[in-house]
């Protein structure tokens, strides 16, 4: 399989490609793309040296595959002409996500819409791939009324940038700021930019992408985005209200057996998830789960993942995997 790995000296680029040599993916010929700048200039993977191309020559190398994490704008402009040319595109950008030509997804949810059609697919925000994971089996048994999401957000989602804003206010450096304020011993409840109605973008894609992703317009969800000095993941505190009654044990049951989850719920041990722990791993981590004693068939959660991780490159390659073994690529 000839791929292309468009932004591949970046954050989750690298890790991209880090995932793709984990699982073994089946390269025969890599392809890193990134700016003009890094043109010419070398990427490893699986121990061999392989030269940056422009998006030009990407193109016309006609790989059957193109990964994308390069932003909304380059996607918009370069996607299309991958597509165009016969590669398929699966773009981790918000450019696409609810363009209603394009499907929205995660594998372990609705990858069976995929068709030899669709040639720009597009891979939904961290933060909902996360949700969404553990709503779906949970919307299937119990149908979900109504969610409130509240999210504490890794630096690393907005980038290197922040990552730097931190170390710098750890040694009290005055350096280039990735946010208006301090983020050390900070909780900034402003993720991506506000819109008119008061939530902010971060917010909003919570919102549309859990509807289209469940393919569900009646499921309710109202949230809240936080960005807080952590890196390993992000975690969320959700309250779910079903249609139905549920039984907590099967509930737990549910979640344990839905591939992608783990469970860690226990407070005899102090077992939840925490991003410390989660940090490098794919899966999505679910504890303190427990009924919301305030309303009828509602429950709260916690959910911890690696947001570089199963909120990026590794669901974007098991879109790639789930391409190939369907045969739809
Ligand atoms: C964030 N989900 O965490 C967004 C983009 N990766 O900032």
Redesign the pocket.
Known sequence: MKIAVVGATGMVGEIMLKVLAERNFPVTELIPVASEKSVGKEVEFKGKKFVIKSMEDAIAMKPEIAIFSAGGTTSLEWAPKFAENGTTVIDNSSAWRMDPTKKLIVPEINADVLTKEDKIIANP???TIQLVMALAPLHKKYAIKRVVVSTY??IT??GVKAVKQLENEYKDIKGEMAYNYPIHRNAIPH??VFEDNGYTK?EM?LVKETKKILRDDTVLVTATAV?IPVVGG?SESVNIQFENSFDLAEVRRILHETPGIIVQDNTDTNTYPMPLYAEGKDEVFVGRIRRDETQDNTLNMWIVAD?LRK??ATNTVQIAEYLVQNKIV
């Open positions: 925000n961290c933060s957000q890794s989602g907005t993720c991506d971060e894609k960005r992000h947001n909120g990026a």
